[in-house]
């Protein structure tokens, strides 16, 4: 089982402790070097370019290229997984540049998490089709997949068409990872067509529960090497309660889940960090101490 993290402060989505919002670089530093050294898989940036104000989900988004092109510089291992980039609200070539610049700059460390999306204003805002998102979404997976990792770009679909398009510099993965976010059947689908992975939404946000996502999973079948990314239904305590932290994580092994994106309880940056050191001991990470 492989673990990742999903990140504070980049988000201000659901409950949050106060020292998130009051954050800046010097405790971003100090969190993703930590969890560089620790060991764990990759952190999750989400992306949001303009939001209604007093929007449930939150109001602060950073860019995810922009945090982790910085975040890139000053770690070593660490993957960078945007959770979920929209697709709809960019062209194909856009994100193989951004994101394969992004690959380029970090050595190979950037998964793509990628959705279709589902707020009509930003949509509306930035100009861009929402009520055909999904298959346009299924077009763009197609494109991006021929344009990510090729200098030389060609593709014609139903939505996009280009021919011969210079992309340099690219992604130095041959094949950078590709998760689809969604919850539904068909974003399983999708995920299992066009994808490398499927990384629905947390429990505790309509996602698939420990019941409900075998079932899913065994509709269908998964290519050799599929990633079933889940978060799990509530933040862990590996410190104060591990016994409780590994049962969970388990449990979700026995689900299906090949990667769990991480959250942990937590009031203060030095419990966070602390929490971090307590979940690498206890699943066992390959620290560089």
Same mark, same amino acid.
């Given at each position: ?11 201000? &989505?659901?409950? !949050? ?6 954050? #800046?670089? /010097? ?15 990759? %952190?999750?940036?989400?992306?949001? *370019?303009?939001?209604? @104000? ?14 982790? &092109? ?9 993957? %960078? ?15 193989? $540049?951004?994101? #394969?610049?992004?690959?380029?700059? &970090? ?6 998490? *990628? ?11 930035? #100009?861009?089709?929402? /009520? ?24 014609? #679909? ?9 992309? &340099? ?5 041959? $094949? ?8 539904? $059947? ?10 490398? +992975? ?7 946000? !309509? ?18 090497? %599929? ?11 590996? $410190? +104060? ?14 689900? +299906? ?23 690498? @001991? ?8």
């Amino acid at each position: 089982m492989r673990i990742g993290l999903s990140a504070p402060v980049l988000a201000d &989505s659901g409950p !949050r402790p106060a020292w998130e919002a009051e954050a #800046g670089v /010097a405790e971003l530093r100090e969190v993703f070097t930590t969890a560089d050294r620790l060991g764990f898989e990759f %952190f999750t940036c989400p992306e949001h *370019v303009s939001v209604p @104000e007093g929007l449930p989900r939150g109001e602060r988004f950073y860019d995810p290229v922009a945090t982790f &092109s910085y975040l890139a510089a000053i770690t070593e291992r660490i993957r %960078f997984l945007p959770y979920v980039l929209v697709l709809g609200l960019h062209h194909p070539l856009e994100l193989a $540049k951004r994101y #394969g610049t992004l690959d380029h700059l &970090s050595g190979g460390r950037v998964v793509l998490g *990628v959705g279709v999306g589902n707020l009509e204003e930003e949509f509306a805002l930035l #100009g861009r089709p929402f /009520a055909d998102r999904g298959p346009r979404a299924d077009d763009a997976l197609r494109a991006l997949r021929a344009s990510l990792s090729v200098r030389l770009a060609t593709y014609h #679909g139903e939505y996009y068409h280009f021919t011969e398009q210079v992309i &340099s510099p690219h992604a130095v993965q041959e $094949k950078v990872p590709i998760w689809v976010g969604g919850h539904s $059947k068909r974003a399983l689908r999708r995920a299992v067509t066009l994808g490398d +992975g499927w990384a629905p939404a947390p429990v505790t946000y !309509r996602g698939p529960d420990l019941q409900t996502l075998p079932r899913m999973l065994a509709e269908h079948d998964l290519p050799e090497g %599929f990633d079933v990314v889940i978060t799990p239904p509530a933040r862990l305590d590996p $410190k +104060g309660d591990p016994e409780a932290a590994l049962d969970l994580v388990g449990r979700l092994g026995e689900a +299906g889940a090949t990667v769990v994106n991480l959250v942990v309880r937590h009031r203060e940056l030095a419990e966070y960090l602390d929490q971090l050191a307590a979940a690498a @001991e206890l699943f066992g990470l390959d620290r560089r101490d």
